[in-house]
């Protein structure tokens, strides 16, 4: 289904969590995700914070790489709850966010 692992959703999670800490880490890490990677990355993100449905999740990557202007890091960084957002994501795709957290703990 998605390209992008859910350990590497949580991995983003985790270290948005700790961005005063993190923030060069963080970026590093989504500048090294694919260009799907990262489409997916902010559609979780829409799902999460409802400008998306989960069964809409398909277009919800089409327009993250159709409306892509500034980097990826950049944008999502910008969000606000952004944890909240990619946790709430996960949980409509059916995913475990904290299955997914608690693996890399």
């Known amino acids: 289904m998605l390209e992008i692992s859910p350990r590497k959703v ?11 800490r ?3 880490e ?3 890490f989504i500048d ?6 990262q489409a997916e990355l902010v559609a979780i993100m829409w799902i999460g914070r409802e400008s ?3 069964e809409d999740l398909i277009d919800a990557i089409a327009t993250a790489k159709a409306e892509a202007s500034i980097p990826c890091a950049d944008y999502l960084l910008g969000t606000p709850h952004l944890s909240d957002h990619l ?3 996960l949980d409509a795709l059916g995913i475990s966010a ?3 957290e608690d693996d890399l703990m």
């Open 98 to 100: 904290t299955a997914a």
């Open 10 to 20: 949580a991995q983003v999670i985790l270290m948005s969590r700790e961005l005063h």
């Open 52 to 54: 998306f449905d989960a």
């Open 22 to 24: 993190a923030e060069g």
């Open 26 to 28: 963080l970026r590093a």
């Open 87 to 89: 946790e709430n994501g």
């Open 32 to 37: 090294r995700l694919s260009e799907d990677e």
